[in-house]
């Protein structure tokens, strides 16, 4: 609370001077991905990021999940500076704080789909896996298929079943990256309702990279990323 007498949540992410360069074949220089990009995303916000193919959007979220490491700045998690871990000390915050909805899906294929929900639950040490699995695959519509493989099941399907997976470790923040790119339009749309009312059942954080400016306008901030740069400094605003 500030002095004001006003409650005061912190950030659920930070991102502070964040960039990206890779090297160039044969010693002909560097590429720069992301340049400078700061922002914060409070408890509970929808955040989209959006901009033209190449524009450094999906390179972005991987950094953000600790996916990939910058060449500078800072990303914070619930106060935690993700890049002062090592590789499974970030796996770990990942698995007990981040959730991850994949354009390709990412389901096992080896793995049912209640296995494929309870596959990071049972790596997170959860006593609970399988009522949990169960329950949110009835929750996305998919109790009766709970033993098919990914192959068995259409892609709305599979990507409901990544929605359970992504939602099931209750996270604090969900990243989702192009999540109806590989669904046709109204099998797209089905899944962007569910997701966003899962997000407002869970208060969860949600920030989400799209090309699709219907979905970007559903979330209550949007960033456009341009060249590997913030367009402004700060977020653009939604209306409606």
Not at 28 to 53: D, K, N, W
Not at 173 to 187: F, I, Y
Not at 200 to 223: F, K, P, Q, S, W
Request: include cysteine.
């Amino acid at each position: 609370m500030d002095r004001s007498g006003i409650e005061f949540s912190p950030p659920v992410l930070e991102v502070d001077g964040l960039c990206k360069t890779v090297e160039l074949a044969d010693g002909q220089g560097e590429l720069r991905i992301l340049r400078e990009i700061g922002f914060s995303v409070g408890p509970g916000e929808s955040v989209a990021i959006v901009g033209a193919s190449g524009s450094g959007k999906s390179t972005l979220l991987g950094l953000l999940a600790g996916l990939d490491v910058p060449s500078a700045g800072s990303v914070r998690i619930l106060g935690t500076d993700l890049f002062a871990l090592d590789e499974d000390a970030r796996a770990a915050l990942r698995g007990e704080s981040v959730g991850f909805v994949f354009q390709s899906f990412q389901l096992l294929p080896a793995l049912t789909a209640l296995e494929n929900v309870m596959l990071p639950l049972e790596l997170a040490g959860a006593s609970n896996a399988r009522e949990t699995a169960l329950q949110w695959l009835e929750r996305v519509g998919l109790g009766g298929r709970t033993t098919h493989y990914p192959k068995h099941l259409s892609g709305g399907e599979q990507q409901r079943v990544a929605l359970a997976r992504a939602f099931a470790s209750n996270p604090r923040l969900l990243l989702a990256d192009e999540p109806t790119g590989n669904l046709d339009a109204a099998t797209g749309a089905a899944v962007i309702e569910l997701m966003f009312a899962l997000n407002r059942e869970a208060g969860t954080t949600l920030i989400l990279v799209t090309h699709d400016e219907m979905l970007a306008a559903r979330c209550g901030r949007r960033l456009r990323m341009k060249a590997g740069v913030l367009e402004a400094a700060e977020a653009e605003p939604v209306a409606g």
